[in-house]
């Protein structure tokens, strides 16, 4: 394979500096102005690669090298260019980066793809803006209708019109569903997120499965008041009632059962934010999953049932709501096949293993065959600013992407 591994590395260090916060961290919010010239920064690569764009309703992009038979349905494969805030530079870029630098390896060797190959750039496949991840591939697969995605609001109120309006998208939501089997076949380069390659000092995974996300958001009204004043039996501090839930998330993640239970309180806001003020506001977003559903939802169910005692006891009001509580998805076992054959023909090391991130394969899955191709992370690092892959074994990740594209696309 004719990978060109500088110039790769060089275009991944390029869009890493188009951040709404400073190197080393990579911060990039669904159609924030870095957002947006990241969108640029891309679809211009794609361009110079002579590939077709296309965007849709909401940002989602689709640059397509066309194959001689234009009745069959295109390979497809990407992944996503926003970053969560104090990111690095790697998850989700080497993807998509990745994947136009496999395509122009093949380009290069001669390969003249029966089926199209289309490279797709999902929109927000980070939760950051609207708390739910995988916008752009939830839309495309149906699994999040157009209905409810109209509700989501971010921080400042903002819903997904607004934003699609930043993006001059104005056509309907409802035209961003794709048909089933529109795609042959999907396959996502990723990098781990995870310790286990470099662990074993093996270069690619090969996903089987994805585990299965859940993400409940919580409003909390207590009742605020001067720090000094307000006597402690007489208090309704939304802070504290916050700080109970999120050690009843831990508690339901680490009583399931199941080692591969997480939860997460990620997010945790509260108002007035102020020292000498009690607390009268909190807002949490909680992240639960595992790589199987009994264990997840049972745990889900504790807190659920958890959060409210809490708030009842401190005299605070808790609305809790469910934003999104997905199965997990099962990668497609042929594809799976495929790509241990081309690692073994090609004497690269390489497992089997479950994606813990998820990920657009995640809903991929619902609509097409799909896997994806893991490669190492030093320390498993990933959503920091430190997150790093050698160029080295980016390259083993993206030749056996391009080797993949090209038996698929034959
Ligand atoms: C994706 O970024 C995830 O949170 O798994
Ligand atoms: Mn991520
Ligand atoms: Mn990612």
């Given at each position: 394979m004719n990978i060109d591994i500088k110039r790769l590395q060089l275009e991944i260090d390029e869009l890493s500096l188009i951040s709404e916060n400073p190197p080393p961290v990579v911060t990039r919010v669904l159609f924030s102005e870095a957002d947006l010239r990241a969108r640029d920064f891309v679809k211009n690569l794609c361009r110079e690669a002579g590939l077709l764009l296309r965007e849709d309703a909401v940002g989602n992009i689709f640059a397509r090298w066309e194959g001689s038979d234009k009745s069959a349905a295109p390979v497809a494969t990407g992944s996503h260019i926003d970053a969560i805030p104090?990111?690095?530079?790697?998850d989700g870029v080497v993807g998509v980066l990745g994947a136009i630098e496999a395509i122009r390896s093949l380009q290069k060797t001669g390969v003249k793809p029966k089926r199209s190959i289309e490279l797709i750039i999902f929109t927000a496949e980070e939760p950051t803006r609207f708390g739910i991840g995988c916008l752009g591939s939830r839309l495309m697969s149906g699994v999040l209708s157009p209905q409810k995605a109209s509700t989501l609001r971010d921080r400042e109120g903002k819903d997904l019109d607004f934003w699609r309006a930043q993006g001059h998208k104005n056509e309907p939501v409802e035209s961003v569903r794709l048909a089933q089997n529109c795609y042959s076949t999907f396959v996502e380069l990723h990098i781990?997120?995870?310790p286990i390659l470099e662990r074993e000092s093996i270069d690619i995974g090969i996903v089987e499965k994805i585990a299965a996300p859940s993400t409940l958001q919580v409003q909390l009204t207590g009742v605020g008041g001067h720090a000094g004043a307000v006597l402690m039996p007489e208090r309704h501090d939304a802070l504290l009632a916050g700080a109970e839930i999120a050690l009843a998330v831990e508690a339901a993640a680490k009583t399931s059962g199941s080692p591969d239970t997480v939860g997460t309180t990620g997010v945790f806001r509260i108002e007035p934010g102020a020292v000498n003020s009690v607390p009268c506001r909190a807002w949490l977003e909680i992240d639960l999953r595992d790589t199987q559903l009994s264990t997840r939802d049972a745990a889900l169910q504790k807190i659920e049932e958890a959060a409210p005692e809490i708030c009842e006891r401190r005299g605070v009001k808790i609305e809790m709501n469910r934003l999104n509580v997905d199965p997990p998805a099962i990668c497609d076992a042929n594809l799976v096949q495929m790509i241990s054959t081309i690692c073994k023909d090609a004497g690269v090391s390489h497992k089997r293993m479950i994606s813990r991130a998820y990920h657009d394969s995640l809903f991929m899955a619902q609509i097409c065959p799909t896997t994806m191709i893991f490669i190492p992370c030093r320390g498993g690092v990933s959503h920091r600013p430190d997150e790093y892959s050698s160029p080295e074994q980016i390259e083993k990740g993206v030749a056996v992407l391009a080797a993949m594209l090209a038996q698929l696309a034959e």
């Open positions: 104090n990111a690095g530079k790697y781990e997120q995870g």
